[in-house]
């Protein structure tokens, strides 16, 4: 059960993308199309902006969207707005009801 | 209003107990499988337990198995988190969430804090 890879750090000027990585294994990103994305602004609880790789819940903008190759999934953010400054998780379902989160990733907007 | 409610976090010494409950409102509870996530002060978040719909499936983190005990009652809509022996690296904010169909968690809890220290 060890943790997904994520960078620590990640920025872009307002109107630009940015693409955060999620690397983990067969076992969890590789092995099932259940990779979820949240959204946490400080002092509050998460928020799913992604679900099922490239899926968005309702509300959540089209400037979010996510793929997966292999091991790796990734996050990406078109239009960057200040609003978008957070952290990010990613999150793989790893079998038998486990979840593995990654390490977070912090957002800067320029 | 969907909504997700935790209470019975504070302080405790280590090697004592505290049980966590979770009320949940809003959506037909019994209908989805709840996790327990915690996040350590200034940390990342780390899922700590999940039972499914009917307790059919229960998983733990290997920080927490054998101390930890997850449970729910469908009739309360509740969910719950017995901790034993706590230690002071479980010192965190406890979220409850709701799973989607996608594995993903969709409803959270504000969180309530545990603190374990002497």
């Known amino acids: 059960q060890s943790a997904l890879t994520q960078p620590p750090s990640a920025s872009g000027s307002p109107g630009q993308s940015v693409t955060i990585s999620c690397t983990g294994t067969s076992s969890d990103v590789g092995g099932y199309n259940y990779v979820s994305w949240y959204q946490q602004h400080p002092g509050k609880a998460p928020k799913l902006m992604i679900y099922?790789?490239?899926k968005r819940p309702s509300g959540v903008p089209d400037r979010f969207s996510g793929s997966k190759s292999g091991n790796t999934a990734s996050l990406t953010v078109s239009g960057l707005q200040a609003e978008d400054e957070a952290d990010y998780y990613c999150s793989s379902y790893a079998g038998s009801i486990h979840v593995v989160f990654g390490g977070g990733t912090k957002l800067t907007v320029l | 209003e969907v909504q997700l409610v935790e209470s019975g976090g504070g302080l405790v010494q280590p090697g004592r107990s505290l049980r966590l409950s979770c009320a949940a409102s809003?959506?037909?509870?019994?209908?989805?499988?709840m996790h327990w996530v915690r996040q350590a002060p200034g940390k990342g978040l780390e899922w700590v337990s999940g039972?499914?719909?009917?307790?059919?499936?229960?998983g733990y983190a290997d920080s927490v198995k054998g101390r930890f005990t997850i449970s729910r009652d469908n009739a309360k809509n509740s969910l719950y988190l017995q901790m034993n022996s706590l230690r002071a690296e479980d010192t965190a904010l406890y979220y409850c969430?709701?799973?989607?169909?996608?594995?993903?968690?969709?409803?959270w809890g504000q969180g309530t804090m545990v603190t374990v220290s002497s």
């Open positions: 039972i499914s719909w009917n307790s059919g499936s229960i």
């Open positions: 099922e790789v490239s």
């Open positions: 969430a709701k799973e989607r169909v996608g594995r993903a968690f969709d409803i």
């Open positions: 809003g959506f037909t509870f019994d209908d989805y499988a």
